[in-house]
T-cell receptor
């Protein structure tokens, strides 16, 4: 079965370190997204990609970067981790055909910056 | 810009009670509307959807009707179960492939 997987599931890192969260999907979807989930804010879009070599900034992109070298993967990098980036991160993908854009989500990565 | 407003919880109900979670939206263009559910420790999964006015999405006993005149997409279930305890997110997609989410409503169902 097709799926979307995130790794690691849990990560503790120190302030100032570079951290990369992995996202891998086997749906062969063109669209991939990174969200962060915080209490009182719901899900907010960090970065997204509509295809290989395409990346775009979302609502809360400062301090994050992504790259898309193939269809399956969209790693999220925190350039210099800050305590404000402690959050649960979700990766999602969608086929994006027409107006019906159901997204499939990974199980999330809980990141703690100390 | 696009936005989704949903009632903030938490909501606590007894088993077999009626559930309504309100959701209203603001969007440019003609959005598709979704309800996603997040069970404890898991990612989000699509619960139901509607892509045009007056469409009714339904799944697992949950229903929501796309009301363009009131820009609403309220989630309802006639008789909730303990297993329905989760966080529910209303979302829209309008003209792009991105989803805009509400803040989520935590539902707890007690026996």
């Amino acid at each position: 079965d097709a799926e979307i997987t995130q790794s690691p599931r849990h990560k503790i890192t120190e302030t100032g370190r570079q951290v990369t969260l992995a996202c891998h999907q086997t749906w062969n979807h063109n669209n991939m997204f990174w969200y962060r989930q915080d209490l009182g804010h719901g899900l907010r879009l960090i970065h997204y990609s509509y295809g290989v070599q395409d990346t775009n900034k979302g609502e809360v992109s400062d301090g994050y970067s992504v790259s898309r070298s193939n269809t399956e993967d969209l790693p999220l990098t925190l350039e210099s981790a800050a305590s404000s980036q402690t959050s649960v991160y979700f990766c999602a993908s969608s086929a994006g055909q027409g107006r019906y854009t159901e997204a499939f989500f990974g199980q999330g990565t809980r990141l703690t910056v100390v | 810009g696009d936005s989704v407003t949903q009632m903030e919880g938490p909501v606590t109900l007894s088993e077999e009670a009626f559930l309504t979670i309100n959701c209203t939206y603001t969007a440019t263009g003609y959005p598709s509307l979704f309800w996603y559910v997040q069970y404890p420790g898991e990612g989000l999964q699509l619960l139901l959807k509607a892509t045009k006015a007056d469409d009714k999405g339904s799944n697992k006993g949950f229903e929501a009707t796309y009301r363009k005149e009131t820009t609403s997409f309220h989630l309802e279930k006639g008789s909730v179960q303990v297993s329905d305890s989760a966080v529910y997110f209303c979302a829209l997609s309008a003209g792009s492939y991105q989803l805009t989410f509400g803040k989520g409503t935590k539902l707890s169902v007690i026996p």
